[in-house]
């Protein structure tokens, strides 16, 4: 199993970025998918899930309205769409499956926010 994201970066208070994640390793469209984040000294958190058909999806309080994931079975990515950044926002992110019983987490993409 393999997940890597991209799509990290710096970017201006009220800005936008998509991070991508991508997987292989196995039946992607047949698990759902999240997104974490791990702010400096803060514990890591669930940001959305997306269900194996993309079906269902939720998110975290803090970024209802603002994020939007998304994936692309036929591509195997998952995407988070950010839209209207806070400084808050920045953490590294985290792409994540859970495969039985076992997680699976990517490397890890950071997102800067500056104010």
């Known amino acids: 199993v393999q997940l890597v994201e991209s799509g990290g970066g710096l970017v201006q208070s009220g800005g936008s970025l998509r991070l991508s994640c991508a997987a292989s390793?196995?039946?992607?469209?047949?698990?759902?998918m999240s997104w974490y984040r791990q702010a400096p000294g803060k514990e890591r958190e669930l940001v959305a899930f997306?269900?194996?058909?993309?079906?269902?999806?939720n998110y975290a309080h803090s970024v209802k309205g603002r994020f939007t994931i998304s994936r692309d079975n036929a591509r195997n990515r998952v995407y988070l769409q950010m839209n209207s950044l806070k400084p808050e926002d920045t953490a590294v992110y985290y792409c994540?499956?859970?495969?039985?019983?076992?997680?699976?987490w990517g490397q890890g993409t950071q997102v800067t926010v500056s104010s």
């Open positions: 994540k499956t859970q495969l039985g019983w076992s997680d699976y």
């Open positions: 390793g196995f039946s992607f469209s047949s698990w759902g």
């Open positions: 997306i269900s194996s058909s993309g079906g269902n999806t």
